[in-house]
């Protein structure tokens, strides 16, 4: 559905961009040079995209509730932090920097990790999306609804559904120290700082989407399956109007 076609151009936003435009049919409005390159050649696009936002603070469950949604509704789960980890792993350009802005609990400039973002979507087959980890700030916000916008102008730029995993902070680090998944952030240093970034940029992000109408508090207190049961119903709800 997102995928490319292998002679195209390996602009990752041209591809994308022309999918859209060819299944809105708003094609000879867009024309640019890479839309004309491609006009033609790229299979429709099936399906709008649905896209959720996962947030909360560090250790809220958001990456253990995630891998329910796909299981029981079948998103393609991008986790931000394992995109940002996976650049560090392949020892790329940007590692160092990553692996350095992870450690101090801070956030990665929204260049880099919005470039990964869409280059996992562009790839998936899939067109339902949970973002997990993202946005954590205004600027990873605006620079997403940036690409959306170039992407996908007939459709609008605002996600479908923002999840906040509301976690009280005493949990929250009790979590991340037992996680025990060998992170260079899961100590109590990095996260004393990743709460106080968390409280500084990520929940003014939550507040926008809260006034926006578009989000879901989840009370994530209790048993892994005692919160799913407050998930659950918000995506079936969806499944039932598509
Ligand atoms: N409801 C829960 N109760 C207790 N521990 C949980 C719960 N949900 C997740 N965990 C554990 O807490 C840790 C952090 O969860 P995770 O899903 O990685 O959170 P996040 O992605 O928000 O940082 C993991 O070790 C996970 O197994
Ligand atoms: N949008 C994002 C997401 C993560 N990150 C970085 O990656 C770290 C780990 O993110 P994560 O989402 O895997 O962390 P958890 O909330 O799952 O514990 C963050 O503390 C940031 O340093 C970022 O810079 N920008
Ligand atoms: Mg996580």
Redesign the pocket.
Known sequence: MWRRVASLSSSISSSFLAQTASRLNTWESLTTGIAQQAKGVIAPKEKTPFITFVL?????G??TQCIKIVETFGFAHL????L??REIASKSADGAM?LN??????????QV?VKLIQKEMELSDNHKFLI??????EE?RVSFEQILSEWQSQIGVEPNVVLFFDCPEEEMVKR?LN?NEG?V??NLE?IKK?LT?FQALSLPVINYYSEKGKLYTIKAIGTEDEIFEQVRPIFAAFETVG
């Open positions: 909360g603070g560090p250790g809220s958001k990456g986790s931000a932090g394992d940002l980890r990553i802005t992870i450690k101090e609990g801070k956030i990665v400039p929204s990790t997990d980890g993202f946005p954590r700030t990873n991340v996680r992170r952030d899961d990095t990743r970034v």
